[in-house]
């Protein structure tokens, strides 16, 4: 049987390298595997941005359309989702300017109401706005993890290209509040 003095020990040692490690991680010298907070730090961090001119343009915009290969001009909510999942570390992640390529084929990843994976925070998980006069997914984002102070049939999403009313054609990253039943598909990394 160890003595109080012996546990101490034990638990001082346990405690330097519990933080050892969670500094690792934020140094990103560290990656947990499927935990994806880098991604979730790069979307929050970008919330705010805006375009320069209405145009989809700007410095922060640009860089989004740059790492799926587009210029100046295109849309963008796409782009800004492969930017952070390729930046927090996503290298499998689709690289791509279209946002119907998260979800192909996309009836492996319709969203089923009380989908109960969303509560997992170990998996950053998009969701797809589907557009009736497109016949497409034509919007795409984040969607934070739910938790207890998500309102009920909601979720807290994170989206690029869009505005307060939820447009596709918007001028910024935003966060918003978007119905469940507004979301036409899900898929987690």
Excluded at 119 to 130: E, M, N, P
């Amino acid at each position: 049987m160890k003595t109080n003095k012996e546990v101490t020990s034990v638990c001082r040692v346990l405690h330097v390298f519990h933080w050892l490690a969670f500094f690792l991680l934020l140094a990103g010298a560290v990656r947990s595997e499927g935990v994806p907070d880098s991604v979730r730090a790069t979307y929050r961090r970008a919330i705010g941005v805006r375009e320069a001119t209405g145009r989809n343009d700007g410095v922060e915009v640009e860089r989004y359309l740059a790492s799926v290969g587009l210029r100046r001009g295109a849309p963008w909510c796409a782009a800004f989702v492969s930017y952070c999942l390729q930046t927090g570390g996503y290298a499998d992640a689709p690289r791509s300017g279209w946002s119907p390529a998260y979800f192909t084929p996309l009836n492996r990843y319709l969203f089923e109401k009380g989908e109960a994976g969303l509560t997992d925070s170990t998996r950053v998980y998009l969701f797809g706005i589907y557009y009736e006069r497109m016949g497409r997914i034509a919007h795409v984002g984040f969607i934070e993890p739910v938790t207890r102070f998500t309102p009920r049939g909601c979720v807290v999403t994170v989206e690029g290209n869009s505005n307060d009313n939820g447009s596709r054609e918007g001028v910024a990253v935003v966060r918003k509040i978007r119905p469940r039943r507004s979301i036409k598909a899900v898929r987690g990394f």
